[in-house]
Nanobody
Framework: QVQLVESGGGLVQAGGSLRLSCAAS????????MGWFRQAPGKEREFVAY????????SYADSVKGRFTISRENAKNTVSLQMNSQKSEDTAVYYC??????????????????WGQGTQVTVSS
């Protein structure tokens, strides 16, 4: 089992940047594929970005491609999400998630076994 804790959320103006981090503890972090999701008020939780345990497979939602960058440091048990050129529609609670099965779909919430508590990101226009 792994425990996940997100940090780095806050208030940012449109066009600005934020960097989210997710710290993992428990079992060996390098075994886990990691994803970032977000949930805006009144909407379903949606996929944002994914990085495979080895770092050699990365994918993004079309809505963030070219603006967000996911990365991981297995030695530090962390995964990060660099968010640039932010838009008001990026406002949401952001969650990191983990699984150990690389065969699962990376974009569905049910593919992930562990979740953090979330961190709020608010983009003001």
């Amino acid at each position: 089992q792994v425990q996940l804790v997100e940090s780095g959320g806050g208030l940012v103006q449109a066009g600005g940047s934020l960097r989210l981090s997710c710290a993992a503890s428990g079992r060996t972090f390098s075994w886990y594929n990691m994803g970032w999701f977000r949930q805006a008020p009144g909407k379903e939780r949606e996929f944002v970005a994914y990085i495979r345990w080895s770092g050699d497979n990365i994918s993004y939602a079309d809505s963030v491609k070219g603006r967000f960058t996911i990365s991981r440091e297995n030695a530090k048990n962390t995964v990060s999400l660099q968010m640039n050129s932010q838009k008001s529609e990026d406002t949401a609670v952001y969650y990191c998630a983990a699984n150990t099965n690389s065969g699962r779909s990376v974009v569905t919430t049910t593919s992930y076994d562990y979740w953090g508590q979330g961190t709020q990101v608010t983009v003001s226009s």
